[in-house]
C-alpha cells in the first residue's frame, strides 16, 4: 500500500524523507499529506523528531511543492489548455472570467486550499496557468503552507498513538469538502447556463 511505503520512508530517511514526499504529494502524486504530517508529528511526541527543524523541513518541502507546480503551469499550462480544452468546455473566454475571479477571491484559496485535497495541488499549477506574478502567489502560499505544516505536525504530537485514527477523520472532512465545493460549482454552471438559454 502506498500509505505504508511513504511512512516507511519516513522512518528510515528521516526529514529527507518528508520533504521528498511533501514535493511529490504537492505535485500531484497521491500522497497522503496530512497523514504524513501527523504521523511525523507522532514521531517528535517519541523523541525520534526535532519540532522546529520538522517544521521548517516540511515548510521547505511543501513551498518547493508549489513553486514547482506553479513554474510548470506558468510554462506549459495556458498553451496545453487553449489547444485541447475545448474537450472539456474550456475557452479564451472562460479562462478569462476564471482569472477574473482567481484575481479577486484567489488569496483566500491559496491559504484554504491547503486543507482541501486536490484543491491544494491545482491552485499552484491555476496561478502559473494565469501568469499571476510569483510573489503575489508566494505570499500567500507560504503562509498557508505555514499553517498547514504546522497545525498537522502540532496535531500528531496531540494526539500521540491516535495519529492514524485523527489524520484519517480529517483526510475524510476534507475530502468531503472537496466534494461539496465541486457539487456547488456544479449547480452554478447549470443554473447559469439556464438562465443565459431563457434570454
Given at each position: 500500500m502506498?500509505q505504508?511505503?511513504i511512512?516507511?520512508?519516513?522512518?528510515?530517511?528521516g526529514?529527507?524523507?518528508?520533504f521528498?514526499a511533501?514535493?511529490?504529494g504537492?505535485?500531484?502524486?497521491?500522497?497522503?499529506?496530512?497523514?504524513?504530517?501527523t504521523?511525523?508529528?507522532?514521531?517528535v511526541?517519541?523523541?525520534k523528531?526535532?519540532?522546529?527543524l520538522?517544521?521548517?523541513v516540511?515548510?521547505?518541502?511543501?513551498?518547493?511543492?508549489v513553486s514547482i507546480?506553479?513554474f510548470?503551469?506558468?510554462?506549459?499550462?495556458?498553451?496545453?489548455?487553449?489547444k485541447y480544452?475545448?474537450?472539456?468546455?474550456?475557452?479564451k473566454?472562460?479562462?478569462n472570467?476564471?482569472?477574473?475571479w482567481?484575481?479577486?477571491y484567489?488569496?483566500?484559496t491559496i491559504?484554504?486550499g491547503?486543507?482541501i485535497p486536490?484543491?491544494?495541488q491545482?491552485?499552484a499549477?491555476?496561478?502559473g496557468?494565469?501568469?499571476?506574478?510569483?510573489w503575489?502567489?508566494?505570499?500567500?502560499a507560504?503562509?498557508?503552507?505555514?499553517?498547514w505544516?504546522?497545525?498537522?505536525v502540532?496535531?500528531?504530537?496531540?494526539?500521540?498513538?491516535r495519529?492514524?485514527?485523527f489524520?484519517h477523520?480529517i483526510?475524510?472532512?476534507?475530502?468531503?469538502?472537496?466534494?461539496?465545493?465541486?457539487i456547488?460549482?456544479?449547480?452554478?454552471?447549470?443554473v447559469k447556463n439556464v438562465?443565459?438559454?431563457?434570454i
Amino acid at each position: 500500500m502506498l500509505q505504508e511505503k511513504i511512512l516507511l520512508l519516513i522512518s528510515m530517511y528521516g526529514y529527507i524523507g518528508i520533504f521528498l514526499a511533501l514535493v511529490l504529494g504537492i505535485i500531484g502524486l497521491p500522497i497522503p499529506d496530512e497523514v504524513l504530517l501527523t504521523f511525523a508529528g507522532f514521531l517528535v511526541s517519541k523523541g525520534k523528531m526535532d519540532y522546529f527543524l520538522l517544521i521548517l523541513v516540511s515548510f521547505i518541502g511543501s513551498v518547493a511543492g508549489v513553486s514547482i507546480s506553479f513554474f510548470i503551469g506558468y510554462h506549459l499550462g495556458l498553451p496545453f489548455l487553449l489547444k485541447y480544452g475545448r474537450i472539456l468546455g474550456i475557452t479564451k473566454k472562460s479562462l478569462n472570467k476564471a482569472e477574473k475571479w482567481y484575481n479577486k477571491y484567489g488569496k483566500y484559496t491559496i491559504v484554504i486550499g491547503y486543507f482541501i485535497p486536490g484543491i491544494r495541488q491545482l491552485n499552484a499549477y491555476y496561478a502559473g496557468i494565469i501568469k499571476k506574478p510569483y510573489w503575489k502567489f508566494a505570499f500567500y502560499a507560504y503562509i498557508g503552507g505555514f499553517i498547514w505544516v504546522m497545525i498537522f505536525v502540532t496535531l500528531g504530537i496531540y494526539v500521540g498513538e491516535r495519529w492514524m485514527l485523527f489524520s484519517h477523520i480529517i483526510h475524510k472532512f476534507a475530502l468531503s469538502v472537496l466534494v461539496l465545493i465541486c457539487i456547488c460549482f456544479c449547480i452554478y454552471y447549470i443554473v447559469k447556463n439556464v438562465k443565459i438559454k431563457k434570454i
